[in-house]
């Protein structure tokens, strides 16, 4: 069958409602005459039961919400599609990995974890990075995380962290956060999760968009090529605009000022042609060699270090299109860590061996019964056929007389399938050992790859962790939490733990930390380190300009034409909408009103020239603080020469890293090419003055 990126596309359509040009109806095509008052005796009588029309509305509108996930309940989502770079026959025969002149649709949910659906996008959690692919052979459902490892080795525990993590439920407080006593009690409780803590408490748990946010497959797979011979795998995402993080003080505010921050970037960035890029990297291990890695593979609170088993780039994802109903898509779109094609298999990793019941048991409930997978945005492009039957929701009505297998009344249809018909085989292994509850000894290491992942951090990143947890556990009413954490860290690492404990105003326990296995550090676990790797880039990035009249027009067209050139997105700010009036009379059309937004939401600020506007600028504490706020979360701040005083008077040294003014490099074009370059850098970590702005 023939396949392309607008396959999926093509398959939704029919089932799309335009209500463009066409009379309001029942649900069973009655027109209606009138809907704004119910069917009563008399103007003023009681309504009548006969009122089929307020029925039928009444009883949809009270059946609109379905339950909503246990976890991963706020989500986001995008159709898209995925080319191979080259054949990957010699390690899969997973059709959708051969030919690279085809585009696979898929559609991608990103999702945080612990909160509600009503809760704020920019909280301190693990993101969702789940990937269901309409390929020729069925549906391959690739449900990962933002982060390589997982908080616990063995699904049967996962009820448990998940309680642990939730409100608590004495008084359903607090809502999509961890820094709570429960949470943290259950860590102090279970050292294997320590190495989850690491990245959690890290900048990765507050990415700056889906689009700057690497992904994950979690465990380890397999992969199965045409001669049966089976090899672990383990799925990488790569942003190709690098990966990025908020600041927790720029995160937090952001909860306050945009709770659909990153939904809004994720939408508003396709709609106009940003279209978000992911490579898709495989660490390809050898079953032979696998005893030789010093990390069990089957182990979800391990990973295999990128100098260890580099990561080999096989395709590219490409999100390009948005739901046209968010209900119909992003909400009823069911991933299941089941949903495997040919050439791809499992691995005796004990936390996936429960996912792959759990996933599925799910959906039953969530979505009302067993026939979630005929809901359009699950159903395959793939034709199905099987006798399956009845049950909510069923969309297909089964011809002919036989439902059952084997059948001669069918013709013995539907036909089973070898595997050089295209049917699923799965990989033999052997398997022997005693019945029991235990786990292996290559298990119990909880410590290492902690302390490999806090000593691969920048200085930054290590001071932010430790914010992270300063905050979290300073929140932990419980000194003995506290305590049993402290224990843990001094496991990890020395500075970690004193650092720690001198903000929860504890002693210290004596750090004993152990040695990392493998590596003594890996570049592929530090943000600072991997953003060297790429070249400089403003491509996206969100530059907030402050005006008011009297600006200097003609300065603001050369910087935007310049900066817009290389791929960046200039939002004029002022105290109101419409125009301001520039100097040279000419009216500057206003994007944004201070009133509506804030530094948080950009990546940088520019403060243009003129006298009158600048001048307005200073004597307006908004603006001021405006400009303060993007200098203490480290962001590149410029201004033209004829706003230094603007600098001076937000009390911002015009020398410090990443302040870029007219004075030293230009006007024009050259101040937009020096206002780039520091943008590119992200941000400015080595400003040392910035915890003193009153921001």
Not at 73 to 78: C, F, H, M, Q, T
Not at 591 to 619: C, N, R
Not at 664 to 677: R, V
Request: glycine fraction near 8%.
């Amino acid at each position: 069958m023939h396949i392309d990126e607008n396959s999926k596309d093509a398959q939704l359509a029919p089932k799309r409602m335009d209500p463009t040009g066409n009379f309001l109806t029942t649900d069973q095509g009655i027109r209606v005459e009138h809907t704004d008052d119910s069917l009563k005796i008399g103007a003023r009588g009681p309504t009548l039961l006969e009122d089929f029309h307020f029925r039928e509305k009444m009883t949809r509108f009270d059946h609109e919400r379905i339950p909503e996930r246990v976890v991963h309940a706020r989500g986001s989502a995008a159709h898209g599609y995925f080319q191979v770079y080259e054949s990957q026959a010699k390690y899969t025969r997973a059709k959708f990995l051969q030919d690279p002149s085809k585009k696979t649709p898929v559609f991608v949910r990103f999702s945080t974890v612990a909160g509600s659906r009503g809760s704020a996008d920019t909280v301190r959690d693990v993101r969702g990075f789940a990937v269901k692919f309409y390929t020729e052979e069925g549906n391959f459902d690739l449900v990962g995380n933002n982060i390589p490892v997982f908080f616990i080795q063995d699904g049967i525990k996962f009820p448990d962290i998940i309680h642990a993590a939730k409100p608590e439920p004495h008084h359903e407080m607090p809502q999509a956060q961890t820094a709570h006593d429960s949470f943290w009690d259950f860590v102090s409780l279970v050292p294997e999760t320590m190495h989850m803590i690491m990245w959690t408490m890290s900048d990765r748990a507050i990415p700056r968009s889906f689009r700057m946010m690497q992904g994950f497959g979690v465990h380890t797979f397999r992969f199965v090529d045409a001669k049966n011979v089976s090899r672990f795998v383990k799925f990488h995402w790569k942003p190709l605009l690098g990966t990025h993080s908020l600041v927790w003080d720029e995160a937090q505010k952001l909860a306050g000022k945009d709770p659909d921050y990153h939904r809004r970037d994720l939408f508003e960035s396709i709609e106009q042609g940003d279209f978000p890029e992911y490579e898709l990297g495989v660490q390809i291990l050898e079953e032979a060699d696998a005893q030789k890695l010093g990390v069990d593979l089957l182990d979800a609170t391990k990973l295999v270090p990128e100098e260890v088993a580099p990561v080999l780039p096989v395709g590219k994802l490409t999100l390009n299109r948005n739901p046209t109903n968010f209900f119909a898509e992003t909400e009823q779109v069911a991933f299941c860590v089941a949903n495997i094609v040919p050439g791809i298999d499992f691995t005796d990793d004990p936390l996936m061996q429960a996912r792959l019941f759990s996933y599925l048991d799910t959906q039953l409930t969530r979505l009302g019964g067993p026939n979630f997978a005929e809901i359009p945005i699950n159903r395959p492009l793939a034709p199905v056929h099987n006798h399956q039957q009845d049950g909510f929701g069923r969309h297909t009505s089964a011809v002919g007389r036989a439902n059952y297998h084997p059948n001669s009344l069918g013709g013995g249809c539907p036909f089973l399938a070898g595997q050089q018909q295209g049917g699923f085989v799965h990989q033999p292994e052997q398997v022997s050992g005693q019945k029991l509850r235990a786990r292996p000894e290559s298990f119990k290491d909880h410590y290492s790859q902690a302390a490999l992942f806090f000593r691969s951090l920048s200085a930054p990143e290590q001071e932010h962790l430790i914010d992270a947890c300063r905050f979290e556990l300073g929140k932990v009413e419980s000194k003995a939490i506290q305590e049993r954490v402290l224990e843990h860290f001094a496991k990890i690492d020395a500075l970690l733990v004193t650092a720690v404990a001198e903000g929860l105003g504890l002693p210290a326990p004596k750090a004993t930390p152990v040695t990392p296995k493998g590596p003594p550090a890996s570049k592929a676990l530090s943000m600072e380190a991997m953003k060297l790797q790429l070249p400089p880039s403003i491509k996206t990035r969100r530059i907030a300009v402050l005006v008011a009249d009297g600006v200097d027009s003609d300065e603001l067209l050369a910087v935007r034409k310049e900066l817009e050139a290389q791929g960046a997105q200039l939002k004029i700010i002022a105290k109101r909408l419409g125009t301001v009036k520039a100097a040279n009379g000419k009216d500057v059309p206003v994007d944004k009103s201070a009133m509506t937004t804030a530094s948080v939401e950009y990546d940088a600020v520019f403060v243009p020239g003129g006298a009158a506007s600048v001048a307005a600028l200073k004597k307006d504490g908004e603006s001021r603080h405006f400009v303060q706020e993007a200098y203490l979360h480290c962001k590149t701040v410029g201004v033209s020469k004829d706003a230094e005083d603007m600098l001076k008077a937000c009390e911002i040294d015009p020398a410090a890293p990443g302040v870029v003014s007219g004075a030293k490099s230009g006007s024009g074009a050259a101040l937009a090419t020096a206002f780039a370059k520091a943008l590119s850098n992200h941000r400015h970590w080595d400003r040392k003055d910035h915890d003193r702005v009153p921001a």
